[in-house]
């Protein structure tokens, strides 16, 4: 069982992941809307997981996943943060790969997707 | 010259014999000595070889005229050197480059043969391997390469990526430029992820960016797919894929596809596709270049989806990529041209499979609705004056009323098959459309364009109202979405509710959306009702949605909803219900469109008009009939009602009554000859009688205004009775005739 951070600027999406990984038996010890709220949550919290996703509106100079990414490792290097992304954004995605994330999802998402990146991560 | 004297060569096997293979024969080749490396090698005994002949090793690979050639040499006195394959006692064999050399006494004849080997097995199975795998790769259909971390492609690669690649050569080359010279972004993705994985020690890390490495990509001659693997020397392979017939064979069949699609459409609709293509026709005899900006968006966008509706191939994308145009420029005469050669195109594919009459107007009568109306009127005293069933020409004379008419249930229906095919080509999954209302409710076809135009609100529904199958699935709904309509009808409207349970509207999205589109303020916002908030959704260029696509979202859609709701009186409320679904309710007048508003508003005049030329003027009425024609004589005026409807009235003196009516209306002793008195009359009378016949019409009519009687041209008021919805009455009494026409004006038409 982990407590994971879900980051996502669409309410849609925070919702269905949360389902997803609730439904998966872990806990969702906190939810963002942007990168800016991830660091603050990711240092009260410190979650197992975080669920990051990959484009998000830029606040306080948090200008997307990635940036929060990066703020996250630099407070624990051995953070592990899942990008959630959509096509068109594999680019994204490897320079997030780069920067110390462990892997992604690409949405749409769904229960089968959680459940393979997580038994991978050995939560 | 001889190098190896007996004592010498005894010398060096002595030294060397567990190294190199050497025997001794005698001049007929048999066996005088073997080294131990050659015992290993053959896998015989020394006892086994010792006195046999040479040939025990012999290989029946190896062909004969390589021996012949072989004891040519040496029996000659000349050192002979070669590969030869030879035969292990096993049946094996084993691979060794040979020197055999002549032995001489000290007289210089030749007492036998010195072999020293080498064994190149490994050396030749290493050749023979590349030979095949070269052949294999030249002969195999895929593309198969391999780079390094320079992305320098390695020397051996199958010949098929020259052909996908369109290339002469690529050893050295740097795969990155061949393969993504025509995209920059993917080249640096390209670049990139590759980098990345050959940095990374961590085999899980590596197959992650080979997830996100391009999979397909093209050049000008070809479309190929690409599979990455990463080798044990952290190269990377890449295996090439030509899937261009493939492809080109799947758009062909799409097309054809879609052009099944579009004939399926068209003959289930047939009427309103000829309908819709013939004024069509009519729209582009317009002069385009010169109409009204926002009426050739909104004319263009209808066209759009009505077209659409019919899955038309080309005109629909025509259409599309001039509405984009059309952001930035004005309309122009190569749009005029390109709209009409996408248009013929599909006109092309509609008589390729049913034919030119097809499309002809020759195949149908047109009947027009004054047409009709004829012979509902003949009906009617035909029935008055027969003895027969009156029940049975009663029937006939309702379905002929409704000839003018369409059910409005019908109507509807049409939009099944593109709510289908839309949802299909979205991947949204939705039940059939449900349509709920009585299938007798007839409306006139002026309706039609009203009810088409709802496309527009369907297509949002499925679009952006139904969620994908995944997301209603984790809110527990039916992963299938249900979009409804269901409609009924009272005295006076028909309420149209059109709902799905869909997600609804995000209000304060839209709020920000109507502030970004400069529709409101946020100060304004505030203050607005969520009902008065809602209704933005209609405005021109609003849009709930970022991209543009052929389906929907340039918002011009929901608009042209409105418009055509206008035009029949309509209103619309939307109901949201966030999450669970949106309704629109339609309220739109009913009566006001049927049949015979004309002849209900004349029941009323003509009780009004017969109790007050009774009552007040003391002539009783002989006998009152309807007419086809308005008779106009000297004496007549006209009055309008306005409001939602327009209305003139008619009404028509002889002189005889005229004279009549005054005298009564008249004091004694007033001149009663005088003209202009007598030319006032005709609208006194007419404004009487209306003003008194307002109360008693229907709640929608009395709020409508009377104006002030006219004489309005007598040919102008013939136009109106010949192109409108009109009923007349005559009275006959013993000082003349009396007529009333009522005209329910379509000024919008």
């Known amino acids: 069982m982990a407590n994971i951070l879900i980051v996502d600027d669409a309410e849609i999406i925070r919702v269905s992941i949360k389902k997803h990984i609730e439904d998966l038996g872990h806990t969702v010890i906190a939810t963002a809307t942007n990168g800016h709220e991830a660091i603050l949550e990711y240092k009260i919290h410190t979650p197992d997981l975080v669920m990051m996703d990959i484009s998000m509106p830029e606040v306080d100079g948090i200008k997307n996943g990635i940036d929060a990414l990066c703020e996250i490792m630099k407070i624990n290097s051995d953070a592990k943060v899942i990008m959630v992304t959509s096509h068109g954004e594999q680019r994204l995605v490897m320079e997030a790969i780069s920067k110390g994330s462990k892997g992604y999802i690409l949405k749409p998402v769904s229960k089968e997707k959680f459940e393979n990146i997580i038994e991978k991560l050995d939560l | ?749």
């Not at chain 2, 749009?335 to 034919?355: C, E, H, M, P, R």
């Not at chain 2, 669970?580 to 339609?586: D, H, N, T, Y």
């Not at chain 2, 009564?664 to 003209?675: I, Q, S």
């Open chain 2, 1 to 749: 010259m001889n190098y190896f004297k007996n004592f010498d060569l005894n010398f060096l096997l002595e030294l060397y014999g567990d190294n190199i293979i050497a025997s001794l024969t005698d001049t007929r080749g048999i066996i005088t000595y073997v080294s131990d490396a050659y015992v290993k090698i053959s896998g015989y005994n020394k006892k086994e070889l010792l006195g046999k002949s040479q040939n025990i090793v012999r290989h029946p690979d190896m062909p004969s005229s390589i021996f012949k050639e072989l004891w040519e040499t040496i029996s000659s006195g000349k050192t002979w050197k070669g590969e030869i394959k030879n035969l292990k006692k096993n049946k094996e064999f084993y691979w060794v480059i040979a020197t055999i050399i002549p032995q001489r006494d000290d007289e210089g004849s030749i007492i036998g043969y010195a072999s020293v080997r080498q064994d190149i097995t490994d050396k030749k199975e290493a050749i023979l391997l590349h030979n095949q795998i070269q052949n294999m790769l030249d002969n195999i259909e895929d593309g198969f390469l391999i780079f390094d971390k320079n992305f320098k492609v390695q020397e051996s690669y199958s010949k098929s990526c020259l052909k996908i690649l369109d290339q002469n050569s690529l050893c050295n080359q740097n795969i990155a430029d061949i393969l993504f010279y025509n995209d920059k972004e993917q080249k640096e993705t390209f670049i990139f992820g590759c980098e990345q994985l050959f940095k990374t020690e961590c085999s899980d890390t590596k197959d992650i960016y080979i997830s996100l490495l391009p999979e397909q990509h093209y050049n000008t001659k070809h479309k190929y797919t690409i599979h990455y693997k990463v080798l044990s020397d952290n190269s990377l392979l890449l295996l090439l894929k030509d899937v261009t017939v493939q492809l080109e064979l799947e758009l062909k069949m799409k097309q054809e596809q879609k052009i099944q699609r579009m004939c399926m459409a068209i003959a289930t609709h047939q009427e309103e596709s000829i309908e819709v293509i013939q004024s069509f026709i009519v729209f582009l005899k317009n002069n385009l270049e010169q109409l009204e900006a926002d009426k050739l968006k909104m004319g263009l966008h209808t066209f759009k989806g009505l077209f659409a509706q019919f899955e038309m191939l080309y005109t629909v994308d025509a259409i599309h990529l001039i509405e984009t145009d059309l952001q930035n420029k004005k309309f122009d005469s190569e749009d005029k041209k390109k709209l009409k050669s996408a248009f013929y195109q599909d006109v092309k594919i509609i008589t390729n499979a049913f034919g030119y009459l097809f499309l002809s107007p020759v195949k149908s009568v047109k009947v027009t609705i004054e047409q009709i109306n004829n012979i509902i009127y003949d009906m009617q005293s035909i029935i008055e004056k027969s003895d027969i069933d009156k029940n049975e020409l009663y029937e006939i004379l309702e379905s002929i009323k409704h000839m003018k008419n369409q059910s409005f249930f019908n109507m509807l229906t049409m939009h099944q098959v593109v709510i289908k095919n839309t949802a299909k080509k979205i991947n949204k999954e939705l039940y059939p459309l449900e349509i709920k209302g009585s299938k007798d409710l007839l409306v006139d076809k002026k309706f039609k364009n009203f009810v088409m135009s709802l496309v527009h609100i369907f297509r949002n529904s499925i679009v952006h109202g139904i969620e994908e199958p995944f997301i209603r699935n984790q809110f527990s709904k039916d992963t299938r979405g249900k979009i409804q309509c269901i409609f009924e009808s009272n005295n006076s409207n028909i309420i149209l509710k059109i709902s799905d349970d869909g997600q609804g509207i995000n209000i304060s999205e839209l709020i920000e959306k109507a502030i970004e589109s400069n529709i409101t303020t946020k100060e304004k916002a505030m203050k607005l009702s969520e009902q008065e908030i809602l209704q933005f959704i209609f405005s021109n260029e609003f849009s709930t949605i970022d991209y543009v696509d052929e389906l929907s979202g340039r918002g011009v859609g929901l608009a042209s909803v409105k418009y055509e709701l206008l035009k029949i009186k309509g209103t619309v409320e939307i109901q949201n219900n966030r999450f669970k679904g949106l309704s629109f309710l339609f309220t739109i007048p009913y009566k006001n469109e049927i049949i015979n508003n004309s002849e209900m508003l004349l029941k009323f005049v003509i009780s009004t008009t017969k109790s007050f030329l009774s009552n007040d003027i003391k002539i009783e009425t002989q006998s009152i009939l309807n007419s086809k024609k308005l008779h106009i004589t000297h004496h007549y005026s006209t009055i309008q009602l306005s409001g939602f409807s327009n209305v003139l009235f008619v009404l028509s003196l002889d002189e005889e009554l005229v004279d009549k009516v005054l005298e009564f209306f008249l004091p004694n002793g007033v001149e009663k000859n005088d003209e202009k008195l007598k030319n006032k009359l005709s609208g006194e009378i007419l404004n009487l009688i209306i003003g008194l016949s307002l109360n008693k019409f229907p709640n929608d009519f009395k709020q409508l205004t009377l104006g002030t009687p006219l004489v309005l041209d007598q040919f102008i008021i013939e136009t109106f009775i010949e192109q409108n919805q009109t009923s007349i009455a005559q009275f006959k009494t013993e000082y003349g005739n009396l007529e009333l026409a009522v005209i329910i004006l379509n000024t919008l038409d």
